[in-house]
């Protein structure tokens, strides 16, 4: 069997590029390739190498970057996809960056107005998928339907889960609380061929939360951010109030496999990335802060998407259901 | 000295009228008077009863509850602080009720647009200010910059800070990254006389965030709901997690006062309610799922306001700034 080629951008991230050669080895199989995209004379410890000679910043405008930059890890890495020299593309680096090359680069799946980033979120009962997670700043009620579709065959296809349920997020359970997009979006949810079970509360997400929770991309990455953040804090605080007593410090190596099993459960890096669901190649967003951990669990993330075949499967099924569900205004 | 008098809606909340009533009494002291807003008959250990017959239910449209429901608890308790029968009110119940409710017998502060609910959020190095967060899920970029002002005048006086750091909530610290409302948002800040530091991201919200947090009221709701859902859930999988082994167990027992501690400082019931700023009153919104425990800490927050004279600051102070600040647009 052939293996998947997934291309690295090894100069993405804010660990630099020995962190994500070192994330690509760990992830090296004989069922995964990875291909690294970097500068020339990069030590890749054995992997392929694309030359690439320019870098985009985290802070650079995404157009500006991709127009200016042709020569960047991350734009290389796109072209190098779309034009079938990987199976998919992974990066750490600016999303508005990815997105643009993704869009310019591996182009946008019939029907698909804007590609959403689906992140997985471990929650009690299992993988919840939470999107668009940062893709687009703003959104319209359309494409929160766009969402919801596209995560619904994500999550029928590559989670397993017949019939996904398909929740929106808002500030209160009853239809008519939320803000003018959230008002707007569940009217054409509860009108579309989807399990649709109404709102619910962020504070779901790590507990009962839908298989598929949509959102506008504001929103869905300060809740990423937000759900990163308060985990850490408070496994850090603990760890603080539990060693400043001698009673705390033994109790706490009692703890500490229960503890470490909880922390990997919940630890962002565990999931290590986001989909790119929407375009005609599969392109996943690592942790802007990637670890070896992270960068090598992304890679492994975009093998299972290749795998599963998740841009043929959107592409069967999306264009159908996007013009089903909206009477036709939002056909392809 | 007169005791401060805090008009308490009993009837709210999704716990019934006995866990407000046990808030209340536990709350009340020579310095705090709470009186009850309830129907007749309600058995209130001794304190005061203000008789009101209706009561908003936790889904009402705000505007058709407070026309259609002028003798509810919840509009009682404000029209008796309106009318000086009492110097604070709090609610546990619908949001935009009493933000209706206020509007109409507290009545707006001059030059103020839009009233903010402002949450005190404990992060490690004290207490930080989240506003707006959930009086109007829509907002401008000028509501964001009054909803600075009025923060950062109540963390200099309440919260004792001098010249308080304010951020903007947004999806990246760059000036750029945000969604249109951020960035417009952004622009204002910048320009205003604030001690503004630019943007800040959700997941510094408990470790190092400014001490007033700006942000629109759809997304402080959902920051907030997040924090609180996240923190129960972490602690939770920590104590699913530590009782499934014997070892485990004992090393739960060693730890449990430093958890304790962790789970007191990091509970919202602990700080138990947020300010309404904006109106010529003091109105504490409770926690929804209020405890007794949230309801008195939510009584004693009001009553602190009103020791700290909030409203009078704020009027004193606000006018001017936002007249200053926004170059004469925003003027009373």
New interface residues.
């Given amino acids: 069997m052939t293996p998947i080629r997934v291309a690295v951008d090894a100069m993405a991230g804010d660990r630099g590029s020995a962190e994500a050669v070192a994330g690509a080895l760990e992830a090296a199989t004989d069922r995964i390739e990875p291909i690294l995209v970097g500068p020339d004379g990069l030590d890749t410890g054995g992997l392929e190498l694309i030359v690439a000679s320019q870098v985009v910043a985290?802070?650079e405008?995404p157009a500006e970057a991709i127009r200016g930059k042709p020569d960047s890890s991350l734009v290389v890495a796109c072209r190098v996809a779309g034009a079938g020299g990987a199976d998919a593309v992974v990066s750490a680096g600016n999303t508005g960056a990815l997105l643009a090359a993704g869009l310019l680069h591996l182009r946008r799946l019939p029907g698909v107005f804007r590609p959403a980033l689906a992140v997985v979120v471990p929650t009690?009962r299992g993988p919840s998928l939470l999107l668009d997670s940062?893709a687009n700043?703003?959104a319209r009620a359309e494409h929160l339907l766009q969402f919801a579709h596209m995560g619904s065959v994500f999550a029928e296809e590559i989670l397993d889960r017949p019939r996904p349920s398909v929740r929106l997020?808002s500030?209160?359970e009853?239809p008519?609380?939320?803000?003018?997009l959230?008002l707007e979006a569940h009217a054409l949810l509860a009108e579309a061929e989807l399990n649709f079970g109404g709102n619910t509360?962020?504070?779901?997400?790590?507990?009962r939360a839908a298989d598929v929770v949509v959102c506008?991309?504001?929103?869905g990455?300060?809740?990423l951010?937000?759900?990163?953040?308060?985990?850490m804090?408070?496994?850090e605080?603990?760890r603080e109030?539990?060693s400043?007593?001698p009673?705390?410090r033994?109790?706490?190596?009692?703890?500490?496999?229960?503890?470490r099993?909880?922390r990997s459960?919940?630890d962002p890096e565990t999931y290590g990335g986001a989909y790119l669901l929407g375009l005609r190649g599969l392109a996943v967003k690592a942790h802007g802060n990637s670890s070896r951990r992270a960068i090598a669990n992304a890679i492994r993330l975009a093998a299972r998407g290749v795998e599963h075949g998740v841009v043929e499967r959107l592409q069967e099924r999306l264009p159908a259901r996007v013009a089903t569900s909206a009477g036709g205004r939002l056909g392809p």
Same sequence: chains 1, 2.
Wanted: aromatic letters at 2%.
């Fill in positions: 985290m802070d405008k009690e940062g700043a703003d997020l500030i209160g009853e008519e609380k939320g803000n003018r959230t509360e962020s504070r779901h997400l790590l507990s506008d991309g504001f929103t990455n300060v809740c951010k937000l759900l990163e953040g308060t985990i804090a408070v496994l605080a603990l109030s539990v400043s007593t009673r705390g033994l109790g706490g190596l009692l703890i500490r496999p229960a503890a099993k909880v459960r919940l």
